[in-house]
Antibody, heavy 118, light 110 residues
């Protein structure tokens, strides 16, 4: 059974950093692209970033470029999202997702809440 | 960015057909693929993939779900609607970055 379990969320002040983790199991992690998608009541679902199987290719939405870094450790079956210079508009539930062919997301984690507030 | 437009809500009777639409601001089709995908999200849960590439049923999804469309106009059909289908449905395109989602259609029981 495919499982994706996020961790690392919480309350953080604007301008500070936070690192999310996503532990994967139930499939050969190194064979799949991965992604982060966030959701807020006002903006809905937003794709944040994606990473290729080996980690050599990464992609970001414009609003997080230069502030967020997606990475993965295939030996640990884990992907990460390093979030720096956080803003209030980054407040959201962040989902880890398996990203097939750079196209659709076939499995999602349960989500982790990130709140950016002073 | 490609904008995906969905109606906010749809009310249907149990056992009837539900048709949920998604219109893209530009074509999301290539010569080989229609790069539109559909998800179901119930309150407090993560989204679940229903349909990929416009018309392909994801693993484990009941056959009462189906998808169609090409270019800019796509449809998710649920027939017949069951009580367990009450949820919000989102479309998502992968024709170009940034990947974008529709704002969701909330399926309600009439």
């Amino acid at each position: 059974e495919v499982q994706l379990v996020e961790s690392g969320g919480g309350l953080v002040q604007p301008g500070r950093s936070l690192k999310l983790s996503c532990a994967a199991s139930g499939f050969t992690f190194s064979n799949y692209g991965m992604a982060w998608v966030r959701q807020t009541p006002t903006k809905g679902l937003e794709w944040v970033a994606s990473i290729s199987t080996g980690g050599g290719n990464t992609y970001y939405r414009d609003s997080v470029k230069g502030r967020f870094t997606i990475s993965r450790d295939n030996a640990k079956n884990t992907q990460y999202l390093q979030m720096d210079s956080l803003r209030s508009e980054d407040t959201a539930t962040y989902y880890c997702a398996r990203h097939l062919y750079g196209s659709y997301f076939d499995y999602w984690g349960q989500g982790v809440m990130v709140t950016v507030s002073s | 960015d490609i904008v995906l437009t969905q109606s906010p809500a749809l009310a249907v009777s149990l056992g009837q057909r539900a048709t949920i639409s998604c219109r893209a601001s530009q074509s999301v089709s290539t010569s080989s693929y229609n790069l539109m995908h559909w998800y179901q999200q119930k309150p407090g849960e993560q989204p679940k993939l229903l349909i990929y590439d416009a018309s392909n049923l994801a693993s484990g999804i009941p056959v009462r779900f189906s998808g169609s469309g090409s270019g800019t106009d796509f449809t998710l059909t649920i027939n017949p609607v069951q009580a367990d289908d009450i949820a919000t449905y989102y479309c998502q395109q992968s024709r170009e970055l940034p990947l974008t989602f529709g704002s969701g259609t909330k399926l309600e029981i009439k």
